[in-house]
């Protein structure tokens, strides 16, 4: 079963920095999912991120903003570039498997402030 | 586009008492639906999944049931505890392998 260790867990940072974000599993997957939850809402979808390819990015995502880097089947990282106020929010990355044969499994999530 | 909703947004019950959360989905054409805790400020730990062939999933304290045509899932939990409060969460892929989160239920269970 996949195992997720996410770093940072949380930060806080100034507006026009970046930060990077890095996930690392236990084992070999195809793909890793990036998601965004802002605070109150539901958990959105920035990118899907392969090894050796461009990550595909969902519709208000722009890879300027969230770089993702994918250099081989069990890490990736996810840079929030040029950071804004409305940045802030809990960033998690995901893969297919996991406990739960068929399900998700999620890190632990960063939860970043921009200040 | 799969839409998931989750009623209610917020419930308070005191300790001991058997509660239902709610998942409701638009297309009923889903590959499965997994439901998830997630604690304050922290990531996603999963519960239960069901696959759309079957009605329901049991893990100790709680029950997962799904109604594929009628696009509904519900989340038993039965004797609760102050450490079961959290948001809970369901989410649906579908035949595309597309994962649709709903908008969460956030539980208190009061001691």
């Known amino acids: 079963s996949a195992v997720i260790s996410q770093k940072p867990s949380r930060d806080i940072c100034q507006r026009g920095t970046s930060l990077t974000i890095q996930c690392q599993v236990d084992?070999?997957?195809?793909?890793m999912f990036w998601y965004r939850q802002q605070p109150g809402q539901s958990l959105t979808l920035i990118a899907t991120a392969n090894q050796g390819s461009e990550a595909t990015y969902e519709s208000g995502f722009v890879i300027d903003k969230f770089p993702i880097s994918r250099p081989n089947l069990t890490f990736s990282t996810l840079t929030v570039s040029n950071m804004s106020p409305e940045d802030s929010s809990i960033y998690l990355c995901?893969?297919?498997?996991?406990?739960?044969?068929?399900?998700?499994?999620f890190g632990s999530g960063t939860r970043l402030t921009v200040v | 586009k799969q839409e998931v909703t989750q009623i209610p947004a917020a419930l308070s019950v005191p300790e001991g008492e058997n509660l239902v959360l709610n998942c409701s989905f638009t297309?009923?054409?889903?590959?499965?639906l997994q439901w998830f805790r997630q604690d304050p400020g922290k990531g996603l730990t999963s519960l239960l999944l069901?696959?759309?062939?079957?009605r329901e999933q049991t893990s100790g304290r709680l029950n997962a049931s799904l109604d594929k045509s009628s696009g509904r899932s519900t989340l038993y939990i039965a004797a609760s505890q102050p450490g079961d409060s959290a948001t809970y969460l369901c989410?649906?892929?579908?035949?595309?392998?597309?994962?649709?989160f709903g908008t969460g239920t956030s539980l208190t269970v009061i001691p």
């Open positions: 995901s893969v297919e498997g996991g406990q739960i044969l068929g399900g998700y499994t």
């Open positions: 084992s070999q997957v195809t793909m």
């Open positions: 069901i696959q759309s062939s079957q």
């Open positions: 297309d009923s054409a889903i590959y499965n």
């Open positions: 989410a649906v892929k579908d035949t595309g392998n597309q994962f649709y």
